[in-house]
């Protein structure tokens, strides 16, 4: 009886731990190879989430239906137009100070001097933030305009607004004060479209090359 439980608990401690006795049947790896494991996934086992779910292809942006990824030209709009005003009112103070330190360098430094001084500099402040502030305001306005008319938004609608806008801004001056400013126009907004597609030209340039 105690041979008996001897070999029962013999065995099944090498059945165990995988050394069964002299008449158990022994597995080797070559064996085991083949054996399909039934229940396992590849997925993590701290992660119930396949990881190939994890790999974005597309960009992590949530768009109502019919919007477009890049933002329009109303949109854009009133940043160009506070970023001009902006923009001129800083080259007017500058351009104030330089004419009011010229004016003035004459006088000793007074209060009356720094009074004449402060004025220029807020009247030109003023005049070219506001003079660059409605070119803001007339370009995004015919851009608008175009893009609208033409349903598509390319460098045309940008080269297009710009004449016009030049045209209209010197509107005053006869047909030579058109033509002049639409000229400065086109030429203004062809190098910004030059610009932003220089590397484009630039890759096309170099695969024709190839």
């Not at 005003?85 to 330190?101: D, E, I, P, V, Y």
């Not at 509107?171 to 030579?176: A, E, F, L, Y």
């Not at 033509?179 to 597609?197: D, H, P, V």
Request: charged letters at 15%; a positive charge; hydrophobic letters at 40%.
């Amino acid at each position: 009886m105690e041979g008996g439980g001897g070999n029962s608990k013999g065995s099944g401690l090498g059945g165990l731990f995988g050394a069964g006795g002299a008449g158990g049947p022994g597995y080797s790896h070559a064996d085991l190879a083949g054996v399909p494991l039934t229940g396992m996934s590849p997925l993590s086992p701290y992660l119930s989430v396949d990881p190939r779910y994890l790999i974005q292809d597309s960009d992590e942006f949530i768009l109502p239906t019919g919007a477009n990824k890049t933002r329009g030209r109303f949109e854009l709009a009133f940043f160009t137009i506070g970023g001009c005003c902006m923009t001129g009112a800083a080259f007017g103070a500058l351009n104030g100070l330089r004419l009011g330190l010229k004016e003035t360098h004459s006088m000793a430094w007074s209060k009356p001097r720094n009074v004449q001084i402060l004025n220029m500099v807020t009247r030109q402040g003023a005049l070219w933030a506001n003079t660059l502030g409605s070119l803001a305001l007339l370009y995004s306005a015919f851009g608008v305009i175009v893009e609208k008319t033409r349903g598509a938004e390319d460098d045309l609608n940008t080269v297009a607004a710009g004449t016009m806008t030049g045209m209209l801004y010197k509107c005053t001056g006869g047909v030579r004060g058109i033509a002049r400013g639409g000229l400065a126009g086109l030429m203004l907004t062809g190098l910004y479209a030059l610009y932003n597609n220089w590397e484009h030209m630039k890759g096309s340039v170099q695969r024709q090359s190839l």
